[in-house]
C-alpha cells in the first residue's frame, strides 16, 4: 500500500493502520481525570528471545558478509571521527516468531558522503533473521531517506521523503508510506 502524504498525516495513516487510534467520549468543558496514572516501565532495549537471552549480534561483519548490500553502502561501515560506527542497530521480533531479527539502518557520518548521497540521514535499512546460519536477509532498501518505522501489530511501515521543486534537501513537503507485513516466509508489501 503506497500513499504520499504530509508529515502529519503520516504519522496519522500509520498509528491508524497499527489500530492505535479509537473513537472515544469525551465530557464537555474539559478532561475527565479516573485516576492517578498507573506507573510504566519502558521496555528492555533488546528484548529477550524465546531461549531466554537477550539476543546480539555483530551488524557491521553481517552487513559486510551480505552480497546484496551494495559497495556504496558498505564504504560507510567504517568508524567516524569518534571511533562509532554510524550504524543504528535494534533486536526486535518482527516476524512473530519469539525471536529477535536485526534492524540496521546505516547512517552517514557527518560530512563523509558529499556528491554520493543527497541529503543526510539514513542511507540504509535491513532486517536479518539471526536464527539462520550464516543471517539470512529478510528485507532491506538502499534508498536514500527511507526510514523503517516498527509497528509491532503490523510489520513495519517504510518511509520515504517525497520533495517537491522548491524544498531544501533538509526539508521534504511530505513522505510516502509503504506498510509491510510478514507472510511466514518474507515481508510484503501490504495492499488493502
Request: hydrophobic fraction near 35%; charged fraction near 20%.
Amino acid at each position: 500500500m503506497r500513499r504520499r502524504i504530509g508529515p502529519a498525516a503520516a504519522l496519522g495513516a500509520a498509528l491508524l493502520a497499527a489500530g492505535w487510534v479509537t473513537a472515544g467520549c469525551a465530557t464537555v468543558g474539559g478532561v475527565q481525570v479516573e485516576g492517578p496514572a498507573s506507573q510504566v516501565k519502558p521496555p528492555p532495549t533488546s528484548p529477550p528471545t524465546s531461549s531466554g537471552t537477550a539476543p546480539s549480534a555483530d551488524a557491521i561483519a553481517i552487513l559486510r558478509a551480505d552480497p546484496q548490500v551494495g559497495e556504496k553502502i558498505k564504504l560507510q561501515l567504517k568508524p567516524c571521527g569518534d571511533s562509532r560506527y554510524a550504524v543504528d542497530v535494534r533486536f526486535i521480533d518482527l516476524t512473530g516468531d519469539g525471536n529477535a531479527e536485526l534492524l540496521a539502518s546505516i547512517r552517514a557520518c557527518a560530512g563523509s558522503v558529499a556528491g554520493v548521497y543527497p541529503g543526510r540521514g539514513v542511507l540504509g535499512s535491513y532486517i536479518y533473521e539471526l536464527t539462520a546460519t550464516p543471517p539470512r536477509r529478510l528485507f532491506g532498501t538502499e534508498e536514500p531517506g527511507n526510514v523503517i518505522k516498527v509497528e509491532p501489530s503490523i510489520g513495519f511501515v517504510l518511509s520515504h521523503p517525497v520533495y517537491e521543486p522548491a524544498d531544501r534537501s533538509c526539508c521534504p513537503s511530505g513522505e510516502e508510506i509503504t506498510v509491510y507485513r510478514w507472510t511466514g516466509t518474507a515481508f510484503e508489501e501490504f495492499k488493502k
